[in-house]
């Protein structure tokens, strides 16, 4: 059953998310041979247009208004619900972002539609589309699947593999105009407390401190081997209790969850709690120096030693191998 499916393109520093193409990939599947109609919602986003349908949008409408320069749910809910009105989708696809899963359940409510959150995997089964969805704090899986006209789902960054980028692809750009009105929040001014550099939660290697790290400055070695393997420095929730860094960099169930290709946890004893946010990475590795530490219990390769003494060693290491590649 062929059907047209919309998908929210996330901006961030003038470039679309990556989570935004991986939408874009779940969208295709949920179409089932149908139409993927890419939304750019912002003040000045339709330059962006292009990337959309290179990495697989059949077209792209731009709502661009003053109101939506910086993100407001009552901004960008009137955004995509006059897109909605206008094309009727059998399906809208959104990452399951901090943005995404703030629009998300509002845009449902306001369309009287269920909703599919957090999504790890599309198929399409028997004219049926089937997500998987983490329950239980990752400890299992459930496939889940839309009975409304409406398929409305959120998916997890980082884990549907985008499509290839395409340059030669070619899809019409239009222009919707929307009257953005009786905004009750105003954005004046976004002060980042999140360090540059890659995206916690899109990064595809992630060096993650504990307590074990002992200070802020403990944190320095983690950067150091983050910037060399391309990945981000995340955090437990005792480290950043602790100060010794940014609640912006906290990972698990009351932060953010990660599913990178490598994870690197240093001194992290692995509470439940932390494991909720990071169990999924496909390749874990622990650094501790108690051989008893629960993290060791979910890790493919363990390391017991001194995470300053390690960590060091790993990063002189790979430094090696990225000269000789």
């Not at 990939?25 to 750019?40: D, I």
């Not at 003040?43 to 661009?64: C, M, N, P, Q, T």
């Not at 590795?285 to 300053?308: H, Q, R, S, T, W």
């Amino acid at each position: 059953m062929a059907r047209k499916v919309v998908v929210l393109g996330e901006v961030r520093d003038g470039a679309l998310r990556n989570v935004s193409f991986e939408a874009v990939a779940a969208a295709k599947t949920v179409a089932e041979g149908g139409e993927v109609v890419g939304v750019l919602v912002g003040d000045s986003v339709s330059a962006l247009a292009e990337s959309f349908i290179h990495h697989g949008a059949d077209r792209v409408i731009v709502v661009e208004e003053a109101n939506l320069k910086q993100y407001t749910p009552d901004g960008f809910s009137q955004a995509l619900l006059a897109v909605v009105e206008q094309e009727q989708p059998e399906g809208i696809v959104l990452g399951h972002t901090a943005l995404g899963k703030d629009l998300a359940p509002k845009v449902a409510a306001k369309l009287d539609s269920g909703l599919i959150s957090d999504a790890t995997g599309v198929e399409a089964a028997g004219g049926n589309i089937l997500f998987t969805r983490p329950i239980y704090s990752g400890k299992a899986f459930e496939k889940k699947m839309a009975t409304d006209k409406l398929i409305f789902a959120t998916i997890r960054p980082n884990n549907i593999a985008p499509l290839e980028k395409d340059e030669s692809r070619g899809g019409d750009v239009s222009s919707l105009a929307v009257q953005i009105k009786d905004l009750r929040t105003i954005i004046k001014e976004v002060v980042r407390k999140a360090s540059q550099g890659v995206d916690l939660s899109e990064a595809k290697v992630v060096v993650s401190g504990g307590r074990g790290v002992k200070s802020k400055e403990g944190f320095e070695p983690l950067q150091e081997l983050a910037n060399v393997l391309g990945g981000a420095v995340g955090a437990s929730r005792g480290a950043c209790d602790a100060d010794y860094c940014d609640y912006s960099l906290q990972i698990g169930q009351t932060g953010k969850v990660v599913t990178p290709d490598l994870y690197i946890a240093c001194g992290i004893s692995g509470a439940i709690q932390h494991l909720a946010g990071m169990s999924n990475s496909k390749v874990i590795v622990a650094i501790n120096k108690d051989p008893e530490a629960n993290i060791f219990k979910v890790a493919d390769y363990g390391i017991v030693g001194d995470l300053f003494e390690v960590v060091p060693m790993l990063t002189e290491e790979f430094k090696k191998l990225k000269v000789h590649s």
